[in-house]
């Protein structure tokens, strides 16, 4: 559901797309090429890195933790915003704080944080688009290919009735926690959503 930055039309990297060892006879295996040696190794690290950023990207941002204690938030992320008039929700949450935006597949992807109880419960990423002509699709699908190797197989559902068509992917993470990816299509519009939100588990009495 992010280091919080992320390139412009950052995709996640493709299976095998890592960069592997160099190949025998290569000029970074040459004997006493030792400053070829190192450009390769730096090379490879630098590809390394990049394959591994966009997972960051959608990851939450360093230092935040669902069901970390509200107050704390301001400080671990620092360049938030408070939202003038923020969403409510069920179950008392409060989408009290705004992060900088990424970019995703050509989508700008806005965090929003929600807290209730004293405590971060929700965060939210969301994509609002007209004007692609996917229809926010390449997003949705770069996110479940990351949130497949991050987490393994998803629970899928779709809604096609009406004018709207929708499809979600979720997943359970650990012991406290839910990620759902959702993609919402209108003729007209379409949304994209990363969440990360703590599970709320009821007990005998309320079932």
């Known amino acids: 559901m992010t280091g919080g930055a992320v390139g412009p039309q950052a995709q ?4 095998g797309a890592t960069a592997g060892p160099p190949a ?3 000029a970074c295996a040459a ?3 030792a400053s070829m ?3 390769c190794a730096l090379l490879a690290a630098a590809l390394c890195a990049g394959a591994a950023m966009p997972a960051r990207a959608q990851s939450l941002p360093p230092g935040v933790r669902i069901g970390m204690e509200a107050d704390r938030l301001p400080v671990v992320v620092p360049d938030l ?3 003038a008039r923020p969403a409510r929700l069920s179950g008392g949450l409060v989408g009290v704080w705004r992060g900088d935006a990424v970019d995703l597949a050509g989508q700008r992807f806005e965090p929003t944080f929600f807290v209730a109880g004293g405590q971060l419960r929700r965060v939210e990423y969301a994509a609002v688009t007209t004007a692609a002509d996917d229809h926010g699709a390449a ?3 770069a996110l479940l290919d990351w949130g497949r190797r991050a987490w393994g197989g998803e629970r899928l559902a779709r809604d096609t009735g009406g004018l709207q068509t929708s499809e979600m992917a979720s997943w359970t993470v650990g012991d406290d926690l839910d990620v759902y990816l ?3 299509q209108a003729p007209r519009q379409a949304s994209v ?3 990360y939100k703590l599970r709320q588990v009821k007990d005998a009495s309320e079932l």
Do not use: H, I, K
């Open 139 to 141: 997003a949705f699908a």
């Open 37 to 39: 040696r190192l450009a």
């Open 81 to 83: 915003t408070r939202v």
């Open 31 to 33: 004997p006493g090429a």
């Open 193 to 195: 959503r990363l969440v």
């Open 182 to 184: 959702q993609l919402a």
């Open 24 to 26: 025998s006879g290569s």
């Open 12 to 15: 996640p990297a493709r299976d």
